[in-house]
């Protein structure tokens, strides 16, 4: 055990930094303390006292020698300055001279970190009591500034056994201190004016606890407050508080003053007296040309030629002339325009020369045409499978800043087959796709109406698509046309509605697949309907709110819901195409309901949960879905313990497995399409070492029918539902490499409903490998990306 906490690495009259403890009242708020700890204990693989980290420094300690370093990086800088000195091209001297700093820099980082090892590594945390008492001012300082100005800290230390210390900070907080009064000192009348005005707004009130940081958070509220009325050149240094205790015990007097500009002795606003908007800068085919102005909206267009629609352009530039400066509307018209997704670039500067104030626009034109190709690797329902895609780029297609894409992709899908429990690499899927998106509502509202909706970022999507799925059951194809609404909210929410989304399906299946499908038929399962040659035709809006999900160190949470009407209007009038066709038609509701969140525990560790759900119901005479309409619970975005869309339904038992030994005791040879989808997840991911993470996580979930006859198992009922969560287990490692997180879980499974009760906890049963008999063989999942 010595050796795991690294205790063999400490040297003579050395100590192990083991474990540091606040004492405080239970009722005080620790918050943010424990991260002022000046020295950190090694990480640990709790609950066990193994530290991967130190293990790996020790190992790269071993095999480091500076002085190689020191004279590699001696060896390349003779190597590069002989070859420059003999180079006369000033190019070639420019490359020389940066490649050698690249490889020194390199060396250099090496010399001071170590290699690879030590760099993802830990060195030993040795125990050093004058990190321990800076620890204990520090603490300090930080309740001074929450309002705790009497507050007392004092530190010690404990040895442990096995050459270890425990570090303990007592905190004897004493009465918070509260603002008693809060007051003003502001010469200038109209800045005074406005502080007072919007004083409901202020973070500081009376009776609240006095916090340095909420002072702090105010002088930014009012130096914002201020440039969104016009004060262009006001600064935070003017802002003042002070504060007084002398009154009273535990109060505080706070005193805000607004000081003046000494030379002009008032803080002067500013209006807007023209706007000049250039959105060609750069286009170095018509520098000869000289530029023309012309003029929409208040706005001038200073420019070669008409190449993007005034009115468009007007519509994102929210200055307005004559109006006072405002801060907030300025980056706001920096941040639409840059949506437009046709420049590469927006500056935004103000001109205060000549005593006029004048908003200088700046926009360079993106390329016209672009073409990129792209070739990977997508990892679906926990298998890998290759990719390659091509996307055509057309901006500002008919001059109204449009954007045409022509796209397609074909890929062999890493997917588990629908009849089978294996199958990789066994579907191959080819798209292609042509849209045009629109930087407008397509939809005759008024002017006034236009310019309004324009701060919200409307886009009109229209979308032709062909896609073709070869899988060993079937192949199919989809035919799709649609038109789509899309527009924001303060960047958090994000709203989708598409009025009108058409499928024309065909479907051409094996006779292994069909003999199947009509079992399921015959056990009052529908699933053979949905691979008739169809007609799917639906209206869906989504609603997304993101609160900055999966930022590091902040709470954050993720929602989203979809609601989908499918058929609607066939209730109307029915295309006669379809009877000609002799497509199925499909009327059905669907909705689901997506609720994510994460909170930062400490900077290396996070708790995350998750809840989705989903309903759908068909009212059309096939009383089907259409099949990817339907949910399925399963895979490494679901439950993890089970393979991808095999859990459910319900109670519903699958096949027993004809070879118990190689694959288990089920045969989860078939997908489970469901009508109804609940399941949840809860996962614990601690940074472990370098770029290499792990998790902890525990799912459940399952899905059910509605319309399955002869089946109560199968179908969702209100009194056993709670009675049939499948519970998963298991843990998983994340690599982190910044741009990309890959993931590898293991999933085992807890609580299997499937089984019979009383032999439905089946934990004890997992089994790493062959042969399992009656066991449960955990389930590998592979994905990129977090699993929510």
């Not at 050093?128 to 620890?135: I, K, L, W, Y």
């Not at 993720?558 to 609601?563: A, M």
């Not at 759908?616 to 089970?642: D, H, M």
Request: with cysteine; net charge positive; aromatic share 14%.
């Amino acid at each position: 055990m010595a050796g795991c906490i690294g205790t063999k690495h400490l040297e003579e009259n050395q100590k192990i930094l083991y474990r540091q403890t606040l004492h405080h009242p239970k009722d005080f708020n620790d918050t943010g303390l424990h991260d002022l700890f000046i020295q950190k204990t090694n990480t640990r693989l709790k609950p066990t006292d193994i530290s991967i980290p130190v293990t790996m420094y020790y190992i790269g300690k071993q095999n480091f020698s500076q002085e190689k370093f020191f004279k590699k990086r001696t060896r390349i800088e003779k190597k590069f300055d002989a070859k420059i000195a003999t180079t006369q091209n000033i190019r070639r001297i420019a490359n020389l001279q940066y490649r050698k700093q690249n490889k020194v820099d390199a060396l250099n980082k090496k010399i001071d970190n170590g290699n690879m090892f030590m760099q993802w590594g830990e060195p030993i945390a040795v125990f050093d009591s004058a990190a321990m008492h800076q620890t204990e001012q520090k603490i300090k300082n930080t309740l001074f500034n929450r309002g705790y100005f009497r507050v007392g800290v004092s530190s010690h230390f404990l040895n442990l056994k096995n050459r270890r210390v425990a570090t303990e900070y007592s905190i004897a907080p004493g009465q918070a201190y509260t603002y008693d009064t809060i007051f003003f000192n502001i010469p200038d009348e109209k800045v005074r004016r406005l502080i007072i005005k919007n004083q409901s707004l202020s973070l500081l009130k009376k009776g609240d606890v006095y916090s340095q940081d909420k002072i702090t958070q105010e002088r930014d509220r009012i130096d914002q407050l201020l440039k969104d009325n016009g004060f262009f050149d006001f600064s935070k240094q003017f802002i003042d508080f002070i504060a007084d205790t002398s009154s009273s015990k535990g109060k505080v007097r706070l005193q805000m003053e607004i000081l003046s500009p000494s030379k002009r002795g008032y803080h002067k606003q500013f209006r807007v007296d023209s706007i000049i908007f250039t959105p060609d800068v750069g286009v170095k085919s018509k520098e000869l040309l000289r530029r023309q102005p012309s003029f929409y909206n208040n706005v001038t267009f200073n420019r070669y030629d008409v190449e993007f629609n005034q009115r468009l352009l007007a519509q994102r530039v929210f200055i307005t002339k004559d109006s006072l400066y405002n801060r907030t509307q300025t980056i706001n018209t920096q941040r639409q325009l840059a949506n437009l997704d046709n420049f590469k670039f927006v500056n935004i500067n103000y001109d205060t020369t000549g005593g006029r104030f004048v908003a200088n626009l700046f926009a360079s034109p993106s390329d016209r045409y672009t073409w990129s190709n792209e070739a990977g690797m997508t990892v679906t329902q926990g298998f890998p499978g290759p990719y390659i895609s091509s996307n055509f780029k057309r901006r500002n297609l008919f001059g109204g800043l449009e954007i045409l894409e022509i796209n397609g992709r074909i890929g062999f899908e890493g997917v588990a087959a629908v009849t089978s429990t294996g199958g990789f690499y066994r579907s191959v899927e080819t798209t292609g796709n042509a849209s045009i998106t629109f930087p407008q509502f397509l939809f005759p509202f008024t002017t006034a109406a236009q310019f309004r909706y324009a701060r919200n970022n409307p886009k009109t999507k229209l979308l032709a698509g062909y896609t073709f799925t070869d899988r060993p059951e079937y192949q199919r194809s989809i035919t799709t046309i649609s038109a789509t609404y899309s527009w924001d909210l303060k960047r958090k929410w994000i709203f989708s509605f598409s009025p009108a989304t058409l499928n024309v399906i065909n479907s051409t299946i094996s006779n292994p697949f069909r003999a199947t499908l009509e079992h399921l038929d015959s056990l009052g399962n529908k699933l053979i309907n949905a691979f008739k040659p169809s007609y799917v035709s639906s209206m869906i809006f989504t609603l997304t709110w993101n609160d900055n999900y999966g930022l590091a160190q902040r709470n954050s949470t993720f929602i989203r819901t979809t609601l989908e009407t499918g058929g609607t209007l066939l209730n109307v009038y029915s295309p006669r195409f379809i009877q000609n066709q002799g497509l199925e038609p499909y009327q059905y509701i669907r909705a689901s309901f997506d609720f994510r969140k994460s909170i930062p525990v400490t900077k290396t560790s996070a708790l995350a949960y998750r809840f989705n759900t989903g309903f759908g119901f068909a009212y059309s005479p096939n009383k089907v879905l259409p099949y990817e309409k339907n949910f399925f619970a399963g895979g490494s975005n679901s439950v993890r313990a089970w393979r991808p869309r095999r859990l459910g339904l319900g109670s519903d038992p699958p096949m027993l497995s004809t070879n118990p030994s190689g694959n288990g005791y089920f045969d989860y040879s078939f997908e489970k399409p469901g009508q109804v989808l609940l399941e949840g997840s809860v996962e614990w991911r601690q940074k472990l070492v370098g770029f290499l993470n792990y998790a902890f996580f525990v799912d459940a979930g399952n899905v059910w029918g509605l319309q399955m006859a002869n089946n109560n198992r199968a179908n969702f009922s209100w009194d056993k539902f709670y009675q049939q969560f499948a519970v998963g287990t298991g843990f998983g490692l994340r690599f982190d490499f910044t741009f990309l997180i890959m993931r590898l879980d293991v999933g085992v499974k807890a609580w299997d409903p499937a089984r019979e009760p009383g032999s439905r906890f089946v934990l004890p049963m997992a089994s790493l490998r062959a042969p399992y008999a009656f066991h449960e063989p955990v389930i590998y999942n592979i994905g990129i990306g977090y699993p929510f």
